[in-house]
Nanobody
Framework: QVQVVESGGGLVQAGGSLRLSCTAS????????MGWFRQAPGKEREGISC????????GYADSVKGRFTISRDNAKNTLNLQMNSLTPEDTAMYYC????????????????WGQGTQVTVSS
């Protein structure tokens, strides 16, 4: 049984930083694309970053490029998202996803999803 669990969300002031983590079990972690998504109230889910199996391929949405950094540790089955220079517009529920099914890795075509971790940025 595959389990995906996010952690690291919280409340932070604008300009601050947070580091999200995600662990995935029940699958061969190092063999799959992983992605980070977010959904703000009243908005559609947005793909913000993704990473290939070895970590050599990464993708970022324009909204986070230059501020967020995705990384993975295949030995620990862990995916990370370092978020810097946060703004209130980054407030959302953040989701980790595993196993890209089809298409661009920023699209929400993943097989396994976590429950999400809330990030709130105050102004």
């Amino acid at each position: 049984q595959v389990q995906v669990v996010e952690s690291g969300g919280g409340l932070v002031q604008a300009g601050g930083s947070l580091r999200l983590s995600c662990t995935a079990s029940g699958l061969t972690f190092g063999g799959y694309y992983m992605g980070w998504f977010r959904q703000a109230p009243g908005k559609e889910r947005e793909g913000i970053s993704c990473i290939g199996p070895s970590g050599s391929i990464t993708g970022y949405a324009d909204s986070v490029k230059g501020r967020f950094t995705i990384s993975r540790d295949n030995a620990k089955n862990t995916l990370n998202l370092q978020m810097n220079s946060l703004t209130p517009e980054d407030t959302a529920m953040y989701y980790c996803a595993a196993v890209l099914l089809d298409g661009s890795c920023l699209l929400d075509r993943y097989k396994y999803w976590g429950q999400g971790t809330q990030v709130t940025v105050s102004s």
